[in-house]
């Protein structure tokens, strides 16, 4: 059973960091790409980050270039968000989920976790 | 970035209605394009993907078509467990963009 696990949430001061954690299990994570989704209080959802497979691609949504990094751990089966000058725009439940092996669409998610920038 | 326009972004049908969603692209996206539906506190689960391939294990009364700029999500006959937001996504260009959400209620 494919399974994603995200930790990593909390409630962070603006300007700070906080580094989201996915743990994937029931299939061969070094095989798919990965991506990060967030979908703030009562809103829709916004896609934030991808990462080819082997790590040497990644995209990001322009409001989070240069404060977000996606990387990875194929060997720990992990997936990883660092996120840095925090703002509370960012506030939102943060999904992990695997991109469907040749499409771009998303077929399995984490069951998200939350992330609160207040002071 | 391709805007993904919804319409409409909420109705009210009864069990057993058939259920259309449009959704629009700003410029063609060829097929590439996903619906996705979400329940209250849960994660998003994927409908179909390639703007008309179903997903495994959905239900057959989910169809989706469509190409270029339009597209649509149909229900053929709903049921009580599909009220639920519904989300088109394309992937044709980054950044990949959501439309922003039809919610459909109960009548």
Redesign the interface.
Known sequence: EVQLVESGGGLVQPGGSLRLSCVASGFTFSNYWMSW?RQAPGK????VA?IKHDGNEK????SVKGRFTISRDNAKNSLYLQMNSLRAEDTAVY?C?RK?YG?????Y????TLVTVSS | ?IRMTQSPSSLSASTGDRVTITCRASQGISS?L?W?Q?KPGK????LI??ASTL?SGVPSRFSGSGSGTDFTLTISCLQSEDFATY?C?Q??S????????TKVEIK
Not at chain 2, 43 to 46: E, F, R, T, Y
């Open positions: 989704v829709g959802l916004e896609w991808n995209y990001c949504v322009d999904y989920a469907l499409s771009g669409s998303l077929d998610w984490g069951q998200g | 970035a590439y996903a996705y979400q994660a998003p689960n994927l993907y390639a997903q989300y996504q992937y044709y980054y950044p990949q963009t959501f439309g922003q959400g």
